[in-house]
């Protein structure tokens, strides 16, 4: 599915996805849209069975999945990385956030990171960067890297 210049700029819907109770925990995974192709499909092709509730968020444009995003409520922080702010216990962790391949370049991205900052406005957001600290420094988040230099950085969300 090509996204139009109606996705582009259609409101983001953030459809939240927790597996139910009454699913199996060996085998439920998120239902997102298997026709939406993603370049770390990895990230999402795991059945999250440790987690006693995996929290994924969906992300919907002009009606098609534009993006995914894995949470961790509250997630922790690395007590290795120094000079980190105390985050206490409203932090919250973005574990994954990946944009559609189709939906590349269009600012989703920073879109779906506002929505989630602005729906969690109580809340610290913080991620660890896989490959993307120019798209975290973008949005004005804090770097914070680890001591050894070989882990991923970590970027906190500004305080409110």
């Known amino acids: ?61 002009g009606g098609m999945e534009v993006a995914r995003v894995e949470m961790d409520n509250p997630g922790d922080v690395n007590p290795e990385y120094t000079d980190v702010p105390d985050l206490g216990p409203e932090r919250l962790e973005i574990q994954f956030i990946e944009v559609a391949n189709t939906a590349h370049r269009r600012g989703i991205g920073s879109r779906v990171v ?28 804090e770097r914070f890297d680890h001591p050894n230099g070989l882990n991923r950085p970590l970027f906190i969300s500004p305080p409110r």
């Open 1 to 61: 599915m090509m996204p139009t210049r109606s996705a582009e700029s259609s409101e983001l819907a953030l459809v939240d996805l927790h597996r139910p109770a009454t699913a199996n925990k060996y085998a439920w995974r998120p239902p997102f849209d298997v026709e939406a192709a993603y370049e770390h499909e990895q990230w999402w092709d795991t059945v999250p069975y440790p987690l006693g509730d995996p929290w994924y968020i969906q992300v919907v444009a």
């Open 114 to 141: 506002r929505a989630l900052q602005e729906r969690h406005a109580d809340r610290r957001l913080f991620a660890y960067s896989e490959e993307a600290d120019r798209f975290w420094t973008s949005l004005g988040w």
